[in-house]
């Protein structure tokens, strides 16, 4: 049986980058034959994101170079945006996608990891829907999210079965489409075995992992290191053209600030990150509910003590589960939490150990027994295949 992930837009090189491939090698390690199919409009910055999230493993990439038609709803959907929603351009493009390999007769099941949309394909993997209930009011932002809605609409289908990322996604997914698909929560993989350390020798930094986007909030990051100038900061993630811009942009607020103890580092090689989170006393995440948070599970198996936003599955399905304290509504409370944790080293061993504990069921071989629970039950080889 042949299964086909489709990814539009692999060269951003966030998290949900990451989950396509290792569910590829997943996939092949269960015995299927598994491809990533992808378009891109830089192919060296494409072949640079393979690299940083695949060491050690090659996966195979069916990657062309985004075709016209495709390349129209790229730009109405940045038009539409304010080049701000790339959930969206992920839709859309998902969508040409999904249409081209169902025209061309590829794989025998088509998963969708990339549209945060309950796609026409055999198996969606969310990591968060991408109509979400806002609460916010006013003619202009109603006739946006009519028009979001219609066009998330124009992509959506009937999955055999949605996969998310999260019991806090899954909570996210059941308020916008009720029950009327059949969810279940495979945590993505987490590569604990290469970041574990429970070293107790630490320097007094602080690192931060995202991919560099406005909506990331990671501005409040350099407003937390000018209450703790006795730190270094370390803001870290994938970033594209407009990524690097943008990490540009927190360079400059942190020199304007005075701040010389932030160091912006975009596109820090994999194996510079882990020496990073093994020497790092701290992780801290911006105020972003993130839907899982990859990046804080693998601070939390380096060793780092992770403090973060009091929303989203990084905070109700990792850091919760390690201590309520580590929690914060406001970024003001983040120093409070650092001094109080810095002063006990027997609460910081405790929860370093406590960490390692709770992370220790996201990593890889969970996630494919699970990814094979679910998707066997959905999607059984045919006798013979």
Same mark, same amino acid.
């Not at 378009?39 to 990439?61: C, M, N, Q, T």
């Not at 630490?202 to 909506?215: G, L, Q």
């Not at 120093?335 to 405790?350: C, F, G, K, M, T």
């Given at each position: 049986?042949?299964?086909?992930?489709?990814?539009?837009?692999?060269?951003?090189?966030?998290?949900?980058?990451? +989950?396509?491939?290792?569910?590829?090698?997943? +996939?092949?390690?269960?015995?299927?034959?598994?491809?990533?199919?992808?378009?891109?409009?830089?192919?060296?910055?494409?072949?640079?994101?393979?690299?940083?999230?695949?060491?050690?493993?090659?996966?195979?990439?069916? =990657?062309?170079?985004?075709?016209?038609?495709?390349?129209?709803?790229?730009?109405?959907?940045?038009?539409?945006?304010?080049?701000?929603?790339?959930?969206?351009?992920?839709? +859309?493009?998902?969508?040409?996608?999904?249409?081209?390999?169902?025209?061309?007769? $590829?794989?025998?099941?088509?998963?969708?990891?990339?549209?945060?949309?309950?796609?026409?394909?055999?198996?969606?993997?969310?990591?968060?829907?991408?109509?979400?209930?806002?609460?916010?009011?006013?003619?202009?932002?109603?006739?946006?999210?009519?028009?979001?809605?219609?066009?998330?609409?124009?992509?959506?289908?009937?999955?055999?079965?949605?996969?998310?990322?999260?019991?806090?996604?899954?909570?996210?997914?059941?308020?916008?489409?009720?029950?009327?698909?059949?969810?279940?929560?495979?945590?993505?993989?987490?590569?604990?075995?290469?970041?574990?350390?429970?070293?107790?020798?630490?320097?007094?930094?602080?690192?931060?992992?995202?991919?560099?986007?406005?909506?990331?909030?990671? $501005?409040?990051?350099?407003?937390?290191?000018?209450?703790?100038?006795?730190?270094?900061?370390?803001?870290?993630?994938?970033?594209?053209?407009?990524?690097?811009?943008?990490?540009?942009?927190?360079?400059?607020? =942190?020199?304007?600030? $005075?701040?010389?103890?932030?160091?912006?580092?975009?596109?820090?090689?994999?194996?510079?990150?882990?020496?990073?989170?093994?020497?790092?006393?701290?992780?801290?995440?911006?105020?972003?509910?993130?839907?899982?948070?990859?990046?804080?599970?693998?601070?939390?198996?380096?060793?780092?003590?992770?403090?973060?936003?009091?929303?989203?599955?990084?905070?109700?399905?990792?850091?919760?589960?390690?201590?309520?304290?580590?929690?914060?509504?406001?970024?003001?409370?983040?120093?409070?939490?650092?001094?109080?944790?810095?002063?006990?080293? =027997?609460? =910081?061993?405790?929860?370093?150990?406590?960490?390692?504990?709770?992370?220790?069921?996201?990593?890889?071989?969970?996630?494919?027994?699970?990814?094979?629970?679910?998707?066997?039950?959905?999607?059984?080889?045919?006798?013979?295949?």
């Amino acid at each position: 049986m042949e299964v086909v992930i489709v990814h539009p837009l692999l060269e951003i090189g966030g998290g949900a980058e990451k +989950l396509a491939i290792e569910m590829h090698r997943a +996939l092949a390690e269960m015995g299927f034959e598994s491809r990533i199919a992808t378009y891109y409009l830089d192919w060296e910055r494409l072949a640079e994101v393979v690299g940083l999230l695949s060491p050690g493993f090659k996966p195979l990439i069916e =990657a062309r170079p985004l075709p016209p038609t495709a390349g129209i709803v790229d730009l109405l959907a940045r038009a539409l945006t304010g080049d701000r929603l790339t959930r969206l351009r992920r839709a +859309l493009l998902t969508g040409v996608l999904v249409k081209r390999i169902k025209r061309e007769a $590829g794989g025998d099941v088509v998963v969708d990891t990339a549209s945060h949309v309950p796609t026409p394909v055999d198996v969606a993997y969310i990591h968060v829907p991408l109509i979400t209930p806002s609460g916010r009011r006013g003619f202009v932002w109603r006739s946006y999210e009519t028009l979001l809605k219609r066009l998330a609409d124009s992509v959506t289908g009937r999955p055999r079965l949605v996969l998310v990322n999260s019991s806090w996604t899954r909570a996210v997914f059941h308020s916008v489409y009720g029950d009327q698909f059949r969810v279940e929560v495979v945590h993505p993989p987490v590569d604990v075995e290469y970041f574990e350390s429970l070293d107790e020798k630490r320097e007094k930094a602080i690192v931060t992992v995202s991919r560099f986007s406005p909506e990331k909030n990671l $501005g409040k990051v350099v407003e937390v290191a000018g209450a703790l100038r006795d730190y270094d900061f370390y803001i870290v993630g994938s970033a594209t053209r407009k990524g690097s811009r943008y990490a540009g942009y927190l360079k400059r607020l =942190a020199e304007e600030r $005075g701040l010389w103890n932030v160091h912006v580092l975009p596109n820090l090689p994999r194996s510079r990150l882990r020496d990073l989170l093994r020497t790092a006393l701290f992780y801290l995440h911006p105020p972003y509910a993130e839907h899982f948070g990859l990046s804080v599970a693998e601070a939390v198996s380096a060793g780092a003590i992770p403090i973060v936003y009091r929303d989203g599955g990084a905070w109700f399905d990792i850091v919760s589960r390690i201590s309520p304290a580590l929690g914060y509504t406001e970024v003001g409370e983040v120093p409070s939490i650092v001094r109080r944790v810095e002063e006990d080293p =027997a609460l =910081a061993r405790a929860l370093r150990e406590r960490g390692l504990s709770v992370v220790r069921g996201f990593d890889f071989e969970s996630f494919k027994k699970r990814l094979s629970k679910a998707f066997l039950s959905c999607c059984p080889p045919a006798r013979g295949s």
